[in-house]
């Protein structure tokens, strides 16, 4: 039988785009390497669990949710090839229709070495998340669940290990977080500058792929006039899922407590 509700458990696939001619299965370390035809098991593509109802095509909103929650996990794997996350404010760069990311670890951080050996990475963002009752629908044969907002990224890594390179990132960075500390940062002493600029290893990572996942119920019209309600007496969380309810345009509709999935 149908269940209805939000309530399915989300699965995450480790798969590499094609492009890059190599697939990995990071929990098993194990790699395979294709040419034009990857195996059946790999075509599916993406990083998460994907229903179509919640598959955002429009390249806006992944910006703009990356934009508004720049702390990012990036995930790697290790020797052992099991995944290695650090996470990290990223800034994002359009180049043209090139989507860059950039960043920096700890120099004692082991993940710019893991770059450095396997370049292939993924980079998860996590925007606004909230539970969701089962109030929200006009009858009982229900279950609660989850509403949250997704970017992953598979990005291609290059280290930053210039000086000049590394304090012109830091400079980005601090223009999205802290303007005013430039002025700050610029009339430290030279050799002070350096010793900091020697602890980090920046890195560029070239996005060559990414998923945005909007899961607000959007198959469920029959709740959205009382998730408005919850939402706008909510959190902040809460309130920012209903401003992308406005968004998505998802208006109170009178559909029946059966409407399709």
Known sequence: SRQRGGGATDFVQCIVPPPLGTWHAAAAGIEHRVGANPPAWAKVGGTMYMPPQFNAKDRAHALALMRS??????????????????????????????????????????????LQARPTAVVTFLGPHSYLSPRVYPDVARVPGWNYLAVHCTV?????????????????????????????????????????????????LKVIDFQCKLKLNQHRPEAFARMREIYAAGSEDDRALGEWMDRLGMNASPASPGAAS
């Open 69 to 114: 929650h720049p702390f990012a996990s990036l995930i790697s794997t290790n020797e052992e090839g099991l995944p290695y996350v650090t996470h990290l404010p990223l800034h994002l760069e359009e180049r043209g229709e090139q989507l860059v990311l950039l960043g920096h670890v700890a120099k004692p951080n082991q993940h710019w070495r893991y």
């Open 156 to 204: 291609q890594a290059t280290l930053i290990e210039d000086p000049e390179g590394k304090d012109a990132l830091l400079k980005t960075l601090i223009g999205d977080h802290e303007p005013s500390y430039a002025a700050q940062w610029r009339g430290l002493p030279r050799e002070f500058q350096l010793k900091m600029l020697a602890g980090i290893v920046g890195f560029e």
